[in-house]
């Protein structure tokens, strides 16, 4: 949307969403760039979204530390589950969710699920998603890591955690997707491209790059492939 209104980027959130609105875009699309602005790259797979919950997904080498309402954990991996970032953010109410396996590295408000659950955490709607190679073994579809899809201010978020491009991707219906595009561990971003294809989500955001594998030059590469069919933001690591 902002291809359009480069001049927009920085405008405030109350304003962005009458000029919006008064061009015409609905009222879906102008909810899904309001909480765009809320949501923070913090390198790697994590984020952080600022809401009335502040909501991590696997903060890794985190530069902040914000308190955390609930941290979302993909799977045990040290880049996913950092056990000093989490100390950095948990407060003694904080929820943790994730698998069984990476549950027991951890200690809190420890809420274990697995892939087809859904449940609400904190007045937050979430739905657990596989998340798993096809063509490698990193993170074999047996071991039950996890995706997540969140709704947070009435637009889906999808995390897709360490993936390739997966069937289940076919039949998800989300507004933002949160995709990997290094290769080598996960999909490259040409694999992205089809996987964004598929879920059709109003705005896609790459991940997994610029820590241990992959560059902006992924990043890059996704978004020039998605032009006018997809729209792609790259958010700036924070």
């Not at 407060?91 to 892939?115: E, M, Q, S, Y």
């Not at 579809?141 to 995390?159: C, D, N, P, Q, W």
């Not at 289940?168 to 971003?189: F, H, Q, W």
């Amino acid at each position: 949307m902002f291809d359009n209104f480069p001049a927009l980027t920085n405008t405030p959130q109350r304003v962005l969403s009458r000029i919006l609105s008064s061009c015409g875009y609905k009222k879906e699309e102008i909810m899904v760039q309001d909480l765009i602005k809320k949501i923070h790259w913090l390198g790697h797979d994590g984020f952080r979204i600022d809401s009335d919950k502040v909501i991590y997904f696997d903060p890794y080498q985190i530069k902040t530390a914000v308190p955390a309402d609930i941290i979302f954990v993909s799977h045990e991996h040290f880049d996913h589950c950092s056990e000093d970032d989490i100390k950095k953010i948990q407060k003694k109410d904080t929820v943790i969710v994730t698998d069984a396996v990476t549950a027991k590295k951890l200690k809190g408000n420890v809420k274990v699920v697995k892939p087809g659950d859904k449940l609400t955490v904190d007045t937050i709607a979430v739905e657990v998603l596989p998340s798993y190679n096809t063509d490698k073994n990193f993170h074999p579809k047996s071991s039950g890591m996890l995706a997540f899809i969140v709704t947070v201010e009435g637009v889906r978020i999808y995390h897709a955690g360490d993936t390739d491009f997966i069937p289940e991707m076919n039949t998800i219906k989300t507004d933002i997707a949160l995709l990997p595009v290094s290769g080598t561990y996960v999909m490259t971003a040409a694999e992205a491209v089809q996987a964004a294809l598929a879920i059709k989500p109003q705005v896609a955001i790459p991940m997994h790059y610029n820590a241990i594998v992959g560059s902006e030059k992924d990043a890059q590469l996704f978004a020039e492939k998605l032009h006018g069919k997809v729209e792609v933001v790259i958010l700036k690591q924070e």
